[in-house]
Nanobody, 120 residues
Framework: VQLVESGGGMVQPGGSLRLSCAASGFNFSNYFMSWVRQAPGKGPEWVSTISTAAGSTYYADSVKGRFTISRDNAKNTLYLQMNSLKPEDTALYYC??????????????WGQGTQVTVSS
C-alpha cells in the first residue's frame, strides 16, 4: 500500500488549495478513503471520508461547507478541495485508507503527509 499526498503549501487566510493523494498497491475503488490532519503539538483530527463510489461524503464540523472530498477511481486518486482557509486549518494533512474508526488506531495505511500553512 502506498499513498502519496501532494498539493500542500502556504496560503493566505481566505485562500484555497487542492490536495491530491495518489494511491497504489491495492484496489483503490474497493475502499473508503479519508483525510486526516495533525497540527503541531496536537493529536490527529479526522477531516473527511468518502465512500467507495463517492456516493457518500462525510465532514468534520470544523470544515463542513468549506472543504470538498472527491475521488477518481479510474486514476486511483483522492482529492481534498479546501476553500476559505483559516489559520486554524494549518496542519500536516494525510490521506488514509479506510474510515476513522480503523485508521485512528494504526498509521499503517496513512501517507507521508503534505503541509498546509495558512498565514498572512
Amino acid at each position: 500500500v502506498q499513498l502519496v499526498e501532494s498539493g500542500g503549501g502556504m496560503v493566505q487566510p481566505g485562500g484555497s488549495l487542492r490536495l491530491s493523494c495518489a494511491a497504489s498497491g491495492f484496489n483503490f475503488s474497493n475502499y473508503f478513503m479519508s483525510w486526516v490532519r495533525q497540527a503541531p503539538g496536537k493529536g490527529p483530527e479526522w477531516v473527511s471520508t468518502i465512500s467507495t463510489a463517492a456516493g457518500s461524503t462525510y465532514y468534520a464540523d470544523s470544515v463542513k461547507g468549506r472543504f470538498t472530498i472527491s475521488r477518481d477511481n479510474a486514476k486511483n486518486t483522492l482529492y481534498l478541495q479546501m476553500n476559505s482557509l483559516k489559520p486554524e486549518d494549518t496542519a500536516l494533512y494525510y490521506c488514509a485508507r479506510g474510515v476513522w474508526a480503523a485508521i485512528s488506531t494504526s498509521r499503517d495505511y496513512w501517507g507521508q503527509g503534505t503541509q498546509v500553512t495558512v498565514s498572512s
